[in-house]
């Protein structure tokens, strides 16, 4: 690392600590734009422009204006700060409406949301009519109803608050039985939104992207295992503190998927386009001599594809199916000398399939 950029630069450890920051506060506000970062020329990882640490420092309120603008809090302090009740929090958040920023398990391993503080109250000021009365029914959603933009803390709240998130998501989901739950898929594309926002290396973006896919899935997006190996290794952890009991996992594994065919067919379009640029920068480190694997191209359709009747669909079918020519002959009939009418019928119409050419009328004469 060179002089000047130890000079001109700090780390994020240090950076945070002339901020007054926490660890988790420092990563969202770096995340959310807050704090302004700069890649670092030979580290690789990002630092903060020392003029940016005093600008804020001079700036009004500090430290505890730039602490309020990435405190997280859950349902139950979440509902108080809107003035309503912990299940109508919940619903509205089951929705889509308020867009969860972090993640974690407590420890009777139940799933605990947390929301930046300063986007709830901006939600409950404009938009006071869903605070009351009759919630409209939630469908299936592509992406929250109302974008409340914004980046986020890490930190676990009380074992009381995480208690009442619980229950407060029991009794949301007793009264929006059948109804989607957003949170997760909301959750995830923020989550990768807020990683994207601070970074430049076209394989970690990838790899970002890629993190939320599942392994059958990666694979066959990705069939070079090298490009996959690099992937994997730049795959940024989702959710930091990830439980230790193998339930946990298994818990937060499903929070950490993406289960929606939407959101895979979203996340996979965004992937490819992802590899082709990163392949395009450099090659995924390989042993020297080895050729990358030729990335999948699905073929369009052609036309005569997108005719065909369901009938010579059923023929290709047979046809694939039973090999070569002639291997689906019926038996001949046991008595007589020539083959009886529905047998040479049904002759015509298996040799008909076998070339995918439809009968046109053949067996009506």
């Known amino acids: 690392m060179s002089v000047m950029e130890l000079s001109e630069t700090l780390a994020a450890g240090r950076a ?60 139950a302090e979440g509902a108080e700060l809107m003035d309503i009740s912990p299940g109508r929090f919940t619903r509205l958040a089951r929705a889509g409406y308020l867009v969860p920023v ?46 409340i933009g914004g980046r986020a803390r890490s930190g676990c709240g009380s074992d009381t608050d995480a208690v009442l998130d619980a229950e407060a998501a029991e009794a949301a989901g007793a009264m929006a039985a059948g109804e989607e739950d957003c949170r997760p898929r909301n959750w995830r594309g923020r989550r990768i939104g807020l990683l994207l926002h601070e970074s430049d290396d076209r394989w970690k973006r990838a790899a970002i992207v890629g993190s939320v896919l599942d392994p059958v899935q990666l694979a066959e997006l990705v069939p070079d295992p090298y490009e996959r190996a690099c992937l994997n290794r730049l795959r940024p952890d989702l959710a930091p503190g990830r439980p230790a009991s193998e339930a946990g996992r298994e818990a937060m594994g499903r929070l950490l998927t993406a289960d929606d065919p939407d ?103």
């Open 16 to 75: 945070a600590q002339e901020l007054r920051l926490k660890r988790g506060e420092f990563e969202l506000a770096t995340q959310m734009g807050h704090v302004r970062t700069v890649g670092g020329a030979l580290s690789g990882r990002r630092r903060v422009p020392r003029g940016e640490v005093e600008r804020l420092r001079r700036a009004a309120g500090f430290p505890d204006a730039l602490r309020e603008r990435v405190r997280t809090v859950g349902t």
């Open 102 to 147: 972090r993640v974690y398990l407590n420890r009777y391993r139940a799933v605990v949301w947390l929301y930046l503080a300063e986007e709830l109250r901006a939600f409950a000021s404009s938009e006071p009519g869903l605070l009351t009365g009759r919630l409209p029914r939630s469908g299936k959603r592509t992406g929250p109803r109302k974008r």
């Open 263 to 365: 959101e895979i067919s979203w996340h996979r379009s965004s992937l490819t386009a992802l590899l082709a640029d990163a392949r395009r920068d450099r090659q995924a480190p390989r042993p020297s001599g080895t050729a990358p694997a030729s990335a999948p191209t699905p073929e369009p359709a052609s036309a005569s594809e997108s005719a065909r009747t369901p009938e010579s669909a059923r023929a290709a079918d047979s046809v694939r199916a039973t090999g070569s020519a002639g291997t689906c002959e019926p038996v001949p009939h046991a008595g007589g000398r020539g083959r009886p009418l529905l047998t040479r019928l049904r002759v015509r119409r298996v040799r008909g399939r076998e070339t995918a050419v439809p009968l046109v009328g053949s067996a009506d004469r």
